[in-house]
């Protein structure tokens, strides 16, 4: 595909459930970031990883946050247990090279989740 | 750690006005420096970047220059559209701590509205 795509766009779903948001990255790229955008919070970053590796977990707010990476390709972030705070824009970004600082990350339009 | 500052918004412009946007930051290490922006309704883009001190960055009439004596990025452009309303974020990306990958640290966001 011509950028990254995320899917679903738009999850609204119940307090205590559990999702998974889908990230395709640019084809061949190898470096992957999820990211938040929340209103209280800004732009939070979550996790990165190169290949299917996660090297930085850092961003993950709780245990109930998971992801994975298969292929060095499609990445999964998943929620358990959803809380009203998890209420977010999730944005996944992917780059071409080793995830270097100069990069340019090139993001895709996001999932929307809204937890009731 | 790394943070980033945006002058506070909403900013609100006639077009042909001179814009700028205020940003300063703070690093461990050498940092690339990185404007994107969201347009309604689309996904973070990037509008420019500057990866070393005293590079300036330049698209789409916008322009912003590395300050590392003032630990700056401020965004301008000369001469704004109406197509140019959009919200805007400050990046950085650190090269220090051992990690040498992109993760972004953004700014809060400024959101810019231009009238004809």
């Known amino acids: 595909g011509a950028g990254v795509s995320q899917s679903p766009s738009n999850k609204v779903t119940e307090k205590g459930k559990d999702v998974e948001l889908r990230c395709d990255p640019i084809?061949?790229?190898?470096?992957l970031y999820w990211y938040r955008q929340s209103l209280g919070q800004g732009l939070e970053f979550l996790i990165y990883f190169q290949g299917n590796s996660a090297p930085d977990k850092s961003g993950l707010p709780s245990d109930r946050f998971s992801a994975e990476r298969t292929g060095g390709s499609v990445s999964t972030l998943t929620i358990q247990r959803t809380q009203q705070e998890d209420s977010a824009v999730y944005l996944c970004?992917?780059?071409?090279?080793?995830?270097?600082?100069?990069?340019?990350?090139?993001f895709g339009p996001g999932t929307r989740l809204t937890v009731l | 750690g790394n943070s980033v500052t945006q002058m506070e918004g909403p900013v609100t412009l006639s077009e042909e006005a001179f814009l700028t946007i205020n940003c300063t930051y703070t690093a461990t290490g050498y940092p690339s420096l990185f404007w994107y922006v969201q347009y309604p309704g689309e996904g973070l883009q990037l509008l420019l970047k500057?990866?070393?001190?005293?590079d300036k960055g330049s698209n789409k009439g916008f322009e912003a220059t590395y300050r590392k004596e003032t630990t700056s990025f401020h965004l301008e452009k000369g001469s704004v559209q109406v197509s140019d309303s959009a919200v805007y974020f400050c990046a950085l990306s650190d090269h220090a701590g051992g990690t040498s990958y992109g993760k972004l640290t953004f700014g809060q966001g400024t959101i810019l509205t231009v009238h004809p």
């Open positions: 970004a992917s780059s071409l090279d080793l995830g270097t600082p100069t990069d340019t990350q090139y």
């Open positions: 084809s061949g790229h190898t470096a």
């Open positions: 500057a990866t070393k001190a005293d």
